[in-house]
């Protein structure tokens, strides 16, 4: 389990953890309606660098916009928002590498199934950055349980009562001997993981369900695109049969929480020979040193 540092930012100012909190009685905690966004921040020396900020606060605007929180574009802007990651991590000092929360609540008390015009408050903590799921070779299983698809939940937006449907599937795949699952949508094509995007590699094409496929546009999902697309890595987005994993010649997940990460089965089948490929392995470094020290794309901010 990862630690929670003992600073938190709620509302408007820094407060101890345990003074964080909202009502029980708010749309947060009845209707799980709050969006979030996670990102890495890297601890080198007296520097602290945060990785594609300015994306990650514009995911929150978007999350906001498609569940409707309307009160968050009226409060909120970037030239609020960095100044408060800044603070928080003074705060904290953490002297190694950390991830970053940041959620909008609706606080409302008790407001019925309605958002627009409802009050918000905005929370941000750091813990640990550790990986939630294996780094040197995943174990996946196909859940029995549909991804939520956009028209239900809208995918785009990082809900947090929507990942009732992701502690399912993970849960089903830690119950039977697995990592993680492999959401499927309501065709039985391959959506995600619980909490992670997906790529296979054929024939040397990098390949990814395309944003239709009622997955999260994930930040670090277009940085692998990116970054292959610049080593000169066809790349395909479409939709994937599940069975195509099974044949496929690597797979790898990432994710802020689970890095890219190699698997090396799903379903009780070894990908190829059962180790990291070569271009998973290819982006993995490149994606590790972009978190760190991306200078050419402008991804790394520096707090401080």
């Given at each position: 389990?990862?630690?929670?540092?003992?600073?938190?930012?709620?509302?408007?100012?820094?407060?101890?953890?345990?003074?964080?909190?909202?009502?029980?009685?708010?749309?947060?905690?009845?209707?799980?309606?709050?969006?979030?966004?996670?990102?890495?921040?890297?601890?080198?020396?007296?520097?602290?660098?945060?990785?594609?900020?300015?994306?990650?606060?514009?995911?929150?605007?978007?999350?906001?916009?498609?569940?409707?929180?309307?009160?968050?574009?009226?409060?909120?802007?970037?030239?609020?928002?960095?100044?408060?990651?800044?603070?928080?991590?003074?705060?904290?000092?953490?002297?190694?590498?950390?991830?970053?929360?940041?959620?909008?609540?609706?606080?409302?008390?008790?407001?019925?199934?309605?958002?627009?015009?409802?009050?918000?408050?905005?929370?941000?903590?750091?813990y640990d950055a550790m990986p939630i799921v294996?780094?040197?070779?995943?174990?996946?299983?196909s859940s029995p349980w549909r991804r939520i698809?956009?028209?239900?939940?809208?995918?785009?937006?990082?809900?947090?009562?929507?990942?009732?449907?992701?502690?399912?599937?993970?849960?089903?795949?830690?119950?039977?001997?697995?990592?993680?699952?492999?959401?499927?949508?309501?065709?039985?094509?391959?959506?995600?993981?619980?909490?992670?995007?997906?790529?296979?590699?054929?024939?040397?094409?990098?390949?990814?369900?395309?944003?239709?496929?009622?997955?999260?546009?994930?930040?670090?999902?277009?940085?692998?695109?990116?970054?292959?697309?610049?080593?000169?890595?066809?790349?395909?987005?479409?939709?994937?049969?599940?069975?195509?994993?099974?044949?496929?010649?690597?797979?790898?997940?990432?994710?802020?929480?689970?890095?890219?990460?190699?698997?090396?089965?799903?379903?009780?089948?070894?990908?190829?020979?059962?180790?990291?490929?070569?271009?998973?392995?290819?982006?993995?470094?490149?994606?590790?040193?972009?978190?760190?020290?991306?200078?050419?794309?402008?991804?790394?901010?520096?707090?401080?």
């Amino acid at each position: 389990m990862a630690n929670p540092y003992p600073q938190v930012y709620f509302g408007d100012r820094i407060v101890d953890a345990g003074e964080a909190s909202v009502g029980v009685g708010s749309s947060a905690v009845l209707y799980g309606l709050s969006v979030y966004t996670v990102f890495p921040v890297h601890v080198d020396g007296s520097a602290r660098t945060a990785f594609r900020l300015d994306d990650h606060f514009r995911r929150l605007e978007e999350s906001c916009k498609i569940i409707g929180i309307d009160r968050f574009a009226a409060e909120w802007d970037f030239a609020r928002f960095r100044p408060a990651v800044i603070d928080l991590i003074a705060a904290n000092a953490p002297t190694e590498d950390v991830f970053v929360r940041a959620t909008v609540h609706v606080v409302e008390s008790i407001p019925g199934t309605r958002v627009r015009g409802c009050a918000i408050k905005v929370s941000i903590f750091v813990y640990d950055a550790m990986p939630i799921v294996p780094q040197d070779g995943m174990r996946l299983k196909s859940s029995p349980w549909r991804r939520i698809p956009d028209n239900a939940i809208p995918s785009r937006a990082k809900v947090n009562g929507a990942y009732v449907n992701s502690v399912l599937a993970k849960q089903d795949a830690i119950d039977s001997g697995y990592d993680d699952c492999v959401f499927l949508d309501g065709n039985g094509h391959v959506c995600e993981l619980s909490a992670a995007n997906i790529f296979l590699v054929r024939n040397g094409t990098l390949i990814t369900p395309d944003v239709s496929c009622d997955i999260l546009d994930g930040i670090n999902r277009r940085t692998i695109l990116t970054l292959a697309a610049e080593d000169g890595i066809p790349v395909v987005e479409r939709t994937i049969d599940l069975t195509e994993l099974y044949i496929a010649d690597e797979v790898f997940v990432t994710g802020t929480s689970s890095g890219t990460s190699p698997v090396t089965e799903v379903d009780g089948r070894l990908i190829a020979d059962g180790r990291p490929g070569p271009i998973s392995q290819t982006l993995r470094k490149r994606h590790t040193a972009a978190l760190r020290t991306d200078i050419h794309h402008g991804w790394v901010t520096r707090l401080f």
